[in-house]
């Protein structure tokens, strides 16, 4: 059973987001870009079931500019068998990126696409479940714990929606989208990284896939939100409570 | 120019975040249609007002409001409307998306604003960044998920609409099937939706019983409870108590932050609080330079004290 999981490279979240002097762009200062967070969380998900036998390949692939061969090296680094690299010149929007990752799924004959839950730069959190559309898969987001495969192949997993816990059963193909509590990224090793060097990241044109049109809702401006005016340093309880007892006592 | 709200139901009835959706599609022309397709469904539903028409469809396999079948049923529809709305939450999040996807239609995830028919605003970067995003003008339908702590509640509704009946879908998956639901525990007020919110972070990982003082603290205070990912990762509080860029986006009217440093991650979900109240030792802590009351003491110190105030008064 083959398994796909798409990769995206962000900068870094550890850096705060800025806007640029034009007012517009995004800048991240010197922040590097790294694989999205959750789609490591993805890809550990997908090794694992590799590692205990029930799949037979685990293969990521991203969309976007040449550079973007760095984070498929490492995800080659953490134990992927094969990295595909669908060259744009720049970052797809999301339905193109849906787009790529369903034809790729169909191509390489994935039985499930795994996806992370959003990408922390956009946070929009839909490519996985718009590809789950493209392909008339079987979806779940929101992920947190993913049973072992059944006698049909089939999967019972764990949503963590809001107020709880829901179960859902799917039977392959399908699409998950990997949520923070699924699982904890390996860290890769040196010589995992040297090694990982020589296996190749193959490079398809976007221009050669036929993909789908899917209509994208352009950004035409953009604004960092107003600062909260500087707040007060209270001595003690009593003043908190003096100062909240409107909070209390007005209906 | 009509447009359809996607309705989440949970216990036979509308969620809160329905209610505050319709209160986002008022920023909107047109007449407002309302489709409930779920399982099971109260009789009667309490309805928000506002509604030209209601379309129900009531049937076992909608159990959960499965994506899959829901696309389907509203792929049928979606042609008859303007906008289509939906509250962006696990509901919404799995369905617009698959359903954008099934019929082609410009999908804007997680607005806060609507700064006219066809602009709209989100956040991004943690809530770092407002984007303002054009919407394709001639194109119908728009797709459209709203965060519900962003836009005020619908009034309810003094008479009941037409109602028109739907017919569940066939199945095209038999084998996406919701298989339950567990509830996390309490009984407090709803985290999303809660006036007053007491959180507690990292710095109730060394307090011993921290927490339950904690929890002591919002029940005298009616309050729900929140978490930050260091606690629910020490396994302090439950994952669906996590509050920040990917757990629980909240605006209550009063939020009490204790031991938390506030990591832009756990920022990105209060950004809508009221007023916010901050005890940490730490006066450098980044949550200290955002909140409106700043208390620089040890929470083992302070909750013990505000308690015994409370108890006392």
């Known amino acids: ?251 | 120019m009509s447009r359809l709200i996607l309705a989440e139901t949970r216990g036979g009835q509308l969620t809160t975040a329905t209610w505050h959706t319709v209160g986002a599609a008022a920023a909107l022309p047109g007449p407002l249609e309302m489709l409930i397709a779920g399982w099971p469904l109260e009789e009667p539903i309490a309805l928000p007002a506002g509604l030209e028409r209601l379309l129900l469809c009531r049937h076992p396999a909608l159990a959960g409001q499965t994506p899959e079948l829901l696309a389907d049923l509203v792929a049928s529809l979606a042609g008859r409307y303007r906008t289509l709305l939906a509250p962006a939450t696990s509901f919404g999040r799995q369905l617009l998306p698959r359903l954008a996807a099934r019929i082609a239609a410009p999908f804007i995830p997680e607005i806060v604003a609507i700064d006219g028919p066809h602009r709209f605003v989100r956040p991004a970067f943690a809530g770092n960044i407002l984007e303002t995003i054009q919407a394709p003008p001639e194109t119908s339908p728009l797709l459209l998920s709203v965060r519900p702590s962003a836009f005020p509640r619908a009034l309810p509704a003094t008479t009941q609409p037409p109602t028109e009946w739907l017919a569940p879908p066939a199945t095209s998956l038999p084998h996406a099937a919701f298989r339950g639901f567990r509830a996390s525990p309490g009984d407090r007020p709803e985290l999303g939706s809660a006036a007053i919110v007491v959180a507690g972070g990292r710095g109730l990982v060394e307090a011993e019983g921290g927490f339950a003082l904690l929890e002591q603290l919002a029940t005298r205070l009616g309050a729900a409870i929140g978490a930050t990912r260091s606690a629910v990762d020490a396994g302090l509080a439950p994952g669906d108590w996590q509050i920040g860029q990917t757990g629980k986006i909240i605006a209550p009217r009063l939020y009490i932050a204790i031991g938390i440093s506030g990591a832009v991650q756990h920022l990105a979900g209060i950004k809508g609080a009221g007023t916010i109240v901050a005890i940490n030792r730490d006066a450098g802590a980044p949550i200290c330079a955002i909140a409106d009351y700043v208390i620089n003491q040890d929470l083992r110190k302070v909750l013990p004290e505000w308690l015994a105030r409370l108890e006392a008064s």
Not at chain 1, 54 to 60: D, L, Q, S, Y
């Open chain 1, 1 to 251: 059973m083959i398994l796909l999981v798409g990769i995206k490279q962000v900068a870094d979240p550890n850096h705060p987001a800025r806007l640029g002097p034009d007012g517009f762009a995004v800048e991240c200062g010197d922040a590097a870009e790294v694989p999205n967070p959750f789609d490591l969380i993805a890809l550990e998900a997908a090794l694992r079931w590799r590692e205990a036998g029930v799949a037979t390949e685990v293969i990521v692939v991203s969309a976007g500019p040449p550079s973007w061969s760095e984070g498929l090296s490492t995800c080659l680094a953490m134990g992927s068998d094969r990295a595909i690299l669908v060259e744009l010149a720049e970052a797809p929007d999301a339905g193109t990126a849906a787009a790529i990752l369903a034809e790729t799924a169909r191509q390489v004959g994935a039985a499930w696409l795994f996806t992370g839950r959003q990408g922390v730069d956009r946070d929009l959190g839909v490519t996985g479940m718009m590809a789950a559309g493209l392909l008339g898969w079987a979806q779940a987001s929101q992920v947190v714990e993913l049973g072992p495969p059944d006698g049909e192949g089939g999967v019972t997993l764990l949503r963590e929606v809001d107020g709880g816990l829901e179960s859902r059963y799917l039977h392959p193909p399908g699409v998950i989208s990997a949520d923070l509590r699924l699982g904890e990224p390996r860290c890769v090793t040196l010589p995992a990284i040297l090694a990982a060097r020589r296996k190749r990241v193959e490079r398809l044109e976007a221009a050669a896939l036929s993909l789908p049109f899917l209509p994208g809702c352009p950004v035409v401006a953009r604004r960092e939100p107003s600062p909260r005016p500087g707040g007060h340093l209270l001595r003690d309880v009593a003043e908190l409570m003096a100062r909240l007892r409107p909070e209390f006592t007005t209906p």
